[in-house]
């Protein structure tokens, strides 16, 4: 490692004469400065893009699900050929919010060979099931390797409100799920413990050989030997679509969870994972932080008058500037050095993404990124989610199709204009 040189610093007065006469020398232009602007660049065209990942051990290596049931890989931004696997004869795609929704890896892949998928069936019922692929080819999955490991019946007809984001933490597969219902959470799916909807779930996805249970509880998850489904993490969502695990260096794992609202608000939570553990959320109580008012939805009386015991928001906003929060990970590409360490989420009906501060008390720093999707700003961009692959690089998948790589690009300042020494602007009258 080389030394640095230092210098004495110049004199104050000395150096704001340098300033003044280098300024105007012969009229002479400032040198332009830079700044670093966030874009995207599209790398890939997909049918429905709902989510994005890589296998641990694979980081070259993209998996695409597609809302009719297809997984497709993507290898130094081109497909490889066939699709990796297609359920598309037992998908439901009736509803946006239904299809194939999910896909994680878990942290022994390269041993296992096992990858889980969520999705929505043709009745309505949440599916996660369990596929393996050829123990020497990550990119095929053997055939008739299918196990069912969990199925969630559907509340009505309409089927949506299904969540879909599933990601492991260790052994233990996370799986959110939507209250199924709409509108209003009518059924109280939410705040009932006794159903798995409008929770996310924690389970060992591994099961037992031996008496045919497809999957395990983990002895730690907050309702075991107490009142409520034993395989409940956490409550009171109304359509968590999408969560994330960060571990800042040093630091506890936190949460990210954002949850879709029904005709008011939207909602990002971030939270330590210790403190998400058997929290209630709110819903339909609250929609974000105001008590639901579900007016000509509930002719019997509202919702139950929950006021203690609730774990509230980091991050509202109206509908007045979307209407389904698309939430993303903690960025921890290290080529985005401007918002490395921030959130980055949208909204399905508002073209905008934004990048909010990941902290735990009311989230006040939250801005625009300026990136507007195709088809153009101002317009529904119609974003589905954010994938990470296993370099850590972000992307955004519209339902229109495209697979966004989001990137940091330097933008130059426009130089000052020239000025002649002396010369005096005329005054306008």
């Known amino acids: 490692m080389n030394p640095r040189r230092s210098h004495a610093p110049l004199p104050l007065p000395f150096l704001a004469a340098i300033l003044i006469v280098g300024a105007a020398l012969l009229g002479m232009a400032q040198p332009a400065g830079a700044a670093w602007k966030l874009t995207y660049r599209q790398v890939a065209t997909a049918n429905q893009p709902t989510s994005l990942t890589s296998p641990p051990g694979h980081p070259r290596l993209a998996y695409v699900t597609e809302r009719k049931g297809k997984i497709r890989i993507l290898k130094g931004g081109k497909w490889l050929p066939g699709p990796f696997l297609d359920i598309s004869n037992r998908v439901r795609t009736l509803w946006i919010e239904q299809g194939l929704l999910g896909l994680a890896f878990p942290p022994d892949f390269r041993k296992s060979h096992r990858y889980y998928?969520?999705?929505?069936?043709?009745?309505?019922?949440?599916?996660?099931?369990?596929?393996?692929?050829?123990?020497?080819?990550?990119?095929?999955?053997?055939?008739?390797?299918?196990?069912?490991?969990?199925?969630?019946?559907?509340?009505?007809?309409?089927?949506?409100?299904?969540?879909?984001?599933?990601?492991?933490?260790?052994n233990e597969l996370y799986i959110a799920v939507g209250d199924g219902n709409d509108p209003g959470d009518a059924a109280n799916n939410a705040q009932n413990l006794e159903s798995l909807r409008g929770k996310i779930l924690r389970i060992d996805p591994r099961g037992d050989s031996t008496t045919g249970r497809t999957y395990l509880i983990p002895s730690s998850n907050p309702y075991v030997n107490k009142p409520g489904r034993d395989e409940i993490f956490a409550s009171g969502f109304r359509n968590p679509h999408s969560f994330d695990f960060f571990k800042p260096e040093g630091g506890e794992t936190m949460m990210v969870i954002s949850d879709v609202g029904q005709g008011r608000y939207e909602e990002l939570n971030y939270l330590p994972f210790k403190l998400a553990w058997g929290a209630n959320f709110g819903w339909h109580a609250y929609e974000g932080i105001q008590p639901y008012d579900c007016g000509e939805l509930c002719p019997n009386g509202g919702p139950p008058g929950i006021t203690t015991g609730l774990t509230w928001p980091q991050l509202v906003y109206s509908h007045e500037q979307g209407c389904a929060i698309i939430g993303g990970p903690v960025i921890e590409d290290p080529a985005l050095t401007t918002v490395k360490g921030r959130i980055i989420y949208g909204d399905f009906c508002a073209n905008r993404i934004r990048t909010a501060a990941?902290?735990?008390?009311?989230?006040?720093?939250?801005?625009?990124?300026?990136?507007?999707?195709?088809?153009?700003?101002?317009?529904?961009?119609?974003?589905?989610?954010?994938?990470?692959?296993?370099?850590?690089?972000?992307?955004?998948?519209?339902?229109?199709?495209?697979?966004?790589?989001?990137?940091?690009?330097?933008?130059?300042?426009?130089?000052?204009?020239?000025?002649?020494?002396?010369?005096?602007?005329?005054?306008?009258r």
């Open 117 to 170: 998928v969520d999705y929505t069936a043709r009745n309505g019922d949440v599916v996660i099931e369990e596929y393996m692929t050829y123990p020497k080819d990550p990119t095929r999955t053997m055939p008739d390797s299918r196990r069912l490991i969990l199925r969630i019946p559907h509340v009505n007809d309409h089927g949506n409100h299904n969540g879909g984001e599933i990601a492991f933490l260790g």
């Open 358 to 428: 990941a902290q735990t008390t009311w989230i006040n720093d939250d801005k625009g990124t300026g990136v507007f999707l195709p088809p153009g700003k101002g317009k529904h961009s119609a974003l589905n989610g954010f994938g990470e692959d296993g370099w850590g690089r972000v992307y955004a998948l519209s339902n229109f199709g495209g697979i966004h790589l989001i990137k940091q690009i330097k933008v130059a300042s426009k130089p000052n204009k020239p000025t002649k020494p002396g010369k005096k602007k005329k005054k306008k």
